[in-house]
């Protein structure tokens, strides 16, 4: 018996496994990850909202905000990447596609909208939401075009089916908080 195909076979396998991991790694479908820190009108840090795209796509939207007043906060993704002083850098609704808005509204939801953010009676808000409709890697729903984009959290309850009205889409109000949408580095 030769002993030249063990040796092979000695180094062929840690050569595999540099192959493997180089192309895991090198994986278009690879975890994706984003993040910010909102901040009140008065520029005070009132908490953060990561993103995590997972290999299948889906966004995962996770807030925490504090010193808000209890209840629900509709709580959406803007179009530019800004806040200013009174939030209204941040733009509309990001809607790539021209939808109306609203999680139950039955002509189209825009990529930016989520569920209410609920905030306890210790003015302690948390946000875990799950979405298809955005992306944080590259594609015609990236959050990183070419103006960025923007967490805003509103006042009031976003009713999830209005599309236009005197307080705004789903009647949440006033923008609160801001956070600018930044890739994790």
């Not at 569920?115 to 990183?144: C, K, M, Q, Y």
């Amino acid at each position: 018996m030769s002993v030249l195909p063990r040796r092979v076979a000695l180094v062929a396998g840690p050569v595999l496994a540099v192959l493997l991991a180089t192309s895991v790694a090198a994986d278009p479908g690879a975890v994706h990850h984003a993040g910010g820190t909102f901040v009140d009108a008065t520029g005070a840090t009132v908490g953060w909202v990561t993103l995590t795209e997972d290999r299948h796509g889906d966004v995962h939207v996770n807030a925490h905000v504090k010193g808000l007043s209890p209840g629900l906060h509709g709580i959406h993704i803007h179009a530019v990447g800004a806040c200013g002083p009174t939030f209204a850098a941040a733009g509309g609704h990001y809607n790539p596609l021209g939808h109306q808005h609203g999680l139950e509204n039955l002509a189209g939801v825009r990529a930016g909208d989520l569920p209410n953010l609920t905030v306890n009676e210790d003015g302690v808000g948390h946000l875990a939401a799950r979405t298809d409709r955005i992306t944080i890697s590259a594609g015609s729903a990236t959050l990183f075009d070419a103006d960025g984009s923007a967490f805003i959290i509103h006042a009031n309850t976003d009713d999830q089916v209005t599309d236009t009205g005197p307080s705004g889409p789903g009647g949440s109000g006033a923008r609160i908080a801001c956070a600018v949408v930044a890739a994790d580095r």
